[in-house]
């Protein structure tokens, strides 16, 4: 079984101020691991993905995440908000697949975080 | 290809009628996914199709709710006597994967369902 917790549900920095956004998860096997983006009343936009190839992972809009197994944490991060990241974010993961078995679509979504970035 | 399509965006229904709505993934996309996602939560996982066999089910897919893929190409789910409590954010996403591999989950940008 797998799950994701990510701490607080609303975060809100300043333009210009780092974004921290914090997921950790549980998975008995080696999880693949997203972050999605939802803008209000869209679809979900990854952000980016950990695939179990470079622990530090480079996504679009210059976020990136890094991979720590040793605290089953997978933190989101942005040096610098910008006013259009406000948006809420969530944190995912996939089992990795097996031959026939499960997809990298299925995925146990954590709670969502809300950013808000204000002047 | 636009990337994955929904319709209707927004439905509203009375409590007992049957809805029904439409996914079209993205077109090389051999896997498709529905999602339903109530309000302050994440998505929930509900049904897969790999092609047009449906792979797998949620507990949440009540038997109330049924969900088909009859060419391997746009599916559609059904929710009959609909209830207050089925009004949500109803997803779909598609990927390509094989023997195991495949790329990430691309999202459409869902159905919403408000049920009066």
């Known amino acids: 079984a797998q799950s994701v917790t990510q701490l607080g549900s609303h975060v809100s920095v300043s333009e210009g101020a780092l974004v921290l956004l914090r997921c950790n998860y549980s998975s008995s096997v080696p999880p693949y691991l997203f972050w999605y983006v939802q803008y209000p009343n869209q679809g979900l936009q990854l952000l980016l993905k950990y695939t179990s190839a470079a622990t530090l992972v480079k996504g679009i809009n210059g976020f990136e995440a890094e991979f720590k197994k040793s605290e089953t944490s997978f933190h989101l991060t942005k040096p610098s908000a910008h006013m259009s990241d406000a948006a809420e974010y969530f944190c995912a993961v996939s089992a990795v697949g097996n031959a026939g078995g499960t997809s990298y679509g299925k995925l146990t979504f954590g709670q969502g975080t809300i950013l808000t970035v204000h002047p | 290809d636009t990337g994955v399509s929904q319709n209707p965006r927004h439905k509203i229904t009375k409590r007992g009628q049957n809805v029904t709505f439409r996914c079209d993934p993205i077109s090389e996309h051999n896997r498709l996914y529905w999602y339903r996602q109530t309000l302050g939560q994440g998505p929930e996982f509900l049904t897969y199709f790999q092609n047009e066999a449906q792979l797998e089910k949620s507990r949440l897919l009540s038997d109330r709710f049924s969900a088909e893929r009859p060419k391997g190409s746009f599916s559609t789910l059904e929710i009959q006597r609909t209830e207050q409590g089925d009004s949500a954010m109803y997803l779909c996403?598609?990927?390509?994967?094989?023997?195991?591999?495949?790329?990430?989950?691309?999202f459409g940008q869902g159905t919403r369902l408000t049920v009066v």
């Open positions: 996403a598609s990927s390509f994967g094989w023997a195991g591999r495949g790329t990430e989950a691309f």
